[in-house]
Nanobody, 114 residues
Framework: QVQFVESGGGLVQPGGSLRLSCTAS????????IAWARQAPGKQREFIAR???????LYIESVKGRFTISRDDANNTLYLQMNNLKPEDTATYYC????????WGQGTQVTVSS
């Protein structure tokens, strides 16, 4: 079963940017949909974006226009470019295979604060 390792989180001021990476333990080219999710303190984990191997993407409304998901199948890596970050984006960010929605890694913490 593929394992994912997230990285790239940190502390950033409102309006700032971060680029998250998610590296898989095996090839991802056969995985149709890979997704990013996040979990804020005291809240349930929520889906935020997904990317298909055919190039299509989907975002939740609150990140549309600010976040960009992309995948590099040759390097088994998923990315999430986050711009114009807001305090409400503060959460631990995870990646996973969308259709299984399981097998979570440690995540990477993103804190947006002045």
């Amino acid at each position: 079963q593929v394992q994912f390792v997230e990285s790239g989180g940190g502390l950033v001021q409102p309006g700032g940017s971060l680029r998250l990476s998610c590296t898989a333990s095996t090839g991802i080219s056969s995985i149709d949909l890979i997704a990013w999710a996040r979990q804020a303190p005291g809240k349930q984990r929520e889906f935020i974006a997904r990317a298909s191997k055919y190039g299509s993407t989907l975002y939740i409304e609150s990140v549309k226009g600010r976040f960009t998901i992309s995948r590099d199948d040759a390097n088994n890596t998923l990315y999430l470019q986050m711009n114009n970050l807001k305090p409400e984006d503060t959460a631990t960010y995870y990646c996973t295979e969308y259709n299984s929605w399981t097998n979570w890694g440690q995540g990477t913490q993103v804190t947006v604060s002045s």
